[in-house]
């Protein structure tokens, strides 16, 4: 049995690699796309054998009524470990790890025994937050991350009550020290909980009685090995953290005021213990990141001036290393600048202020593409999500359209290449639709006649081809649940996928250059007759952009049905046999009129043109832009 958990373990990170193939194994452009090819054609097959072992061991086991014996949950314990990558900390599994926490953790419930309640909580705790973390990226549907922070803060109250000083020393030793460790986490789940003025106080309650508890005899007593200076310094950096950026949880000012000298004294026991910490922390966060909590709480608690503020967070910014992609240098990287960023939000900018924004971007973007495979995604993705929701869009600067793209190229080169071909063949349809019935985009863009949309007809091009390559943008808050190559994706990431094209409407409508896209994007999973697909609550038979969602719809499935990369399931069919699909599915999945305008030989010609060659040269090109950028000297 074991061994069938060791071999899914491995075949999920072969496919990791295989999905994100290093360019220094390949050599010439026109290898890559083949080289993805390739790697595909083997994901499939690994994909297979997960599924496989997916249905016939562990959903069985998963589902099944009975308690499960000591062994089987040893060997899922050990399972749920070694989905955890050994050299970057990232989950290979994330969605099955928390299964298998939440399965074992109901088993030691019904079991009653205590310690083992405890192990399996403190399991669970950790999964609900890598959940939540996620989940927290989509902020066009909050509930679906509230619902992990819910579940935290469940868990955090059990632990809690255990704190009480008898049915403390009734538990093990082990159980004391999770006990001690899982409440300080069980405040992680408080993060971005944003202006509840009762959970504000609720949070500072505990992060108090939990710095009481690090001095208390009892306790000190009870659990005499426990690390309690370590203990006390993340409780502070616990505490110097919960304003977050702005005070955008809330705070009143006597509330700041309690953080920042919080902080203060986070900075005293940093410096007296710098050594000792410092090897405990093995680089996860350093004197540069404590001090940054210093100055932001010094800054919101009135102590410090703005522009001081904005000096110290470009003094830390010069002190980053551009090729580091350990946590702590991530932060000076990303999310340092994006403090500053924060500060600049809703205000004049000056000429400077300006260049240093579109400075900032530039290398951000370009600290992305440097990240090596995409080793240290997650957290990338986190801060990345931060940046696109703030982003400041400055006519001359880098504008909101190209933030997006860069992101997508650099964190998943094939959904940029997808992106482009929908673009592609979007404008392609559009133009053909033109020549031969023009009268269908009467409306598109103001035009009030046949003549005028003939005369305009670059201008209705160029806003149907941008339309088209931003149509998935909403993805890149889920990104990593779209290359969920592995195995068939679970009902919870179905729905993390549906969120895609709303989330891309939200985003793209607060900027200048994508402001006229949103309503494509947002419709681009609805059905023709908008009887089925998502999201449900859009119908685009009511807006003027309606044929452009129609073609942009039949671009995407067109580009999706014939391409083999990035789809381990897809064998890739034929121009011809989509087309026969378009006619089965004309009238209520596609606009009637679209197989007679893909039959048309001019369209057919030009639309397996760009299937063939366009989409290789996409390929090439991505393969250059990865390689000029990774080259490119920070
Ligand atoms: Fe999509
Ligand atoms: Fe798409």
Not at 27 to 37: I, K, Q, S
């Amino acid at each position: 049995m074991l061994d069938e958990y060791k071999e899914y373990v491995d075949r999920m990170s072969e496919i990791r690699r295989l999905s994100t193939p290093s360019l220094n194994e390949i050599e010439v452009a026109d290898d890559y796309r083949e080289r993805l090819r390739d790697n595909f054609v083997r994901i499939g097959e690994l994909a297979d054998l997960n599924r496989k072992f997916l249905d016939a061991v562990f959903y069985p086991i998963i589902k099944s009524e009975d308690l499960l014996g000591s062994e089987s949950v040893g060997e899922m314990e050990e399972f749920g470990e070694q989905l955890v990558s050994a050299e970057t900390g990232e989950s290979l599994d994330l969605p099955i790890m928390s299964l298998l926490a939440e399965r074992l953790f109901k088993d030691a419930e019904k079991k009653g025994d205590m310690s083992d309640r405890i192990r399996q909580a403190d399991s669970l705790m950790v999964t609900c937050y890598e959940l939540m973390n996620m989940t927290r990226r989509i902020r066009a549907y909050p509930e679906i991350s509230d619902q992990y922070r819910q579940q935290g803060f469940e868990i955090g109250n059990f632990f809690f009550e255990l704190l009480e000083k008898e049915v403390f020393l009734e538990q093990d030793m082990d159980s004391r020290m999770v006990i001690l460790t899982d409440i300080r986490f069980s405040l992680a789940f408080y993060e971005g909980l944003y202006g509840d003025k009762e959970s504000n106080e609720k949070q500072l309650f505990l992060l108090e009685k939990l710095l009481d508890i690090t001095e208390d005899p009892f306790y000190k007593d009870a659990v005499p090995d426990f690390d309690w200076i370590y203990a006390r310094f993340r409780t502070l950096n616990y505490y110097a953290m919960t304003a977050e950026s702005l005070n955008s949880c809330g705070f009143s000012p006597e509330q700041l005021e309690q953080i920042y000298l919080r902080s203060k004294e986070l900075c005293e026991i940093w410096d007296a213990n710098e050594d000792y910490l410092g090897k405990m922390l093995e680089g996860m966060d350093d004197r540069r990141y404590i001090e940054f909590m210093y100055h932001r709480n010094s800054f919101l608690a009135g102590h410090l001036s703005e522009e001081d503020f904005r000096k110290k967070l470009i003094e830390i910014y010069r002190q980053r290393d551009v090729r580091d992609y350990a946590a702590a240098s991530i932060y000076l990287n990303v999310s340092i600048p994006c403090e500053y960023i924060g500060l600049l939000q809703g205000k004049y900018l000056t000429m400077e202020e300006k260049l240093t924004l579109k400075s900032i971007y530039e290398n951000m973007i370009s600290y992305a593409f440097h990240m090596p495979n995409g080793e240290t995604m997650t957290v990338m993705l986190e801060y990345f999500a931060g940046i696109i929701e703030d982003f400041i869009e400055v006519p001359g600067g880098v504008t909101f359209e190209n933030m997006v793209l860069q992101c997508i190229v650099a964190f998943h080169p094939p959904t940029y290449v997808h992106s482009v071909m929908v673009g592609q063949i979007t404008e392609c349809l559009c133009g053909h639709l033109i020549r031969l019935w023009p009268e269908k985009l009467i409306g598109i863009l103001g035009c009030s006649s046949v003549e005028e949309v003939v005369e305009r007809r670059d201008e209705v091009l160029s806003f149907a081809y941008h339309a088209a390559l931003c149509h998935d943008f909403g993805k890149i808050t889920i990104i990593d649940t779209v290359f969920v190559y592995g195995r068939r994706l679970l009902d919870m990431e179905f729905n993390l996928i549906k969120t895609h094209p709303k989330t891309g409407y939200d985003m793209m409508k607060k900027y200048a250059s994508t402001r006229n896209y949103g309503e494509v994007a947002v419709c681009h999973h609805k059905w023709y007759d908008n009887s089925r697909g998502y999201p449900e609550d859009f119908d685009s038979r009511k807006y003027a952009v309606k044929p452009i969602i129609d073609i942009v719809l039949c671009a995407d499935c067109l580009d999706a049905a014939t391409d083999t990369v990035g789809r381990s399931y897809n064998k890739g069919k034929k121009l011809s046999g989509f087309i026969e699909e378009l006619k089965e599915g004309a009238g209520d999945h596609y606009a009637p009129w679209l197989p007679d305008l893909l039959s048309d030989p001019l369209a057919t010609a030009d639309v397996e043109y760009l299937l063939q060659n366009g989409r290789q040269q996409n390929y090439r090109n991505v393969y250059y832009l990865l390689r000029n950028m990774q080259e490119r000297e920070v």
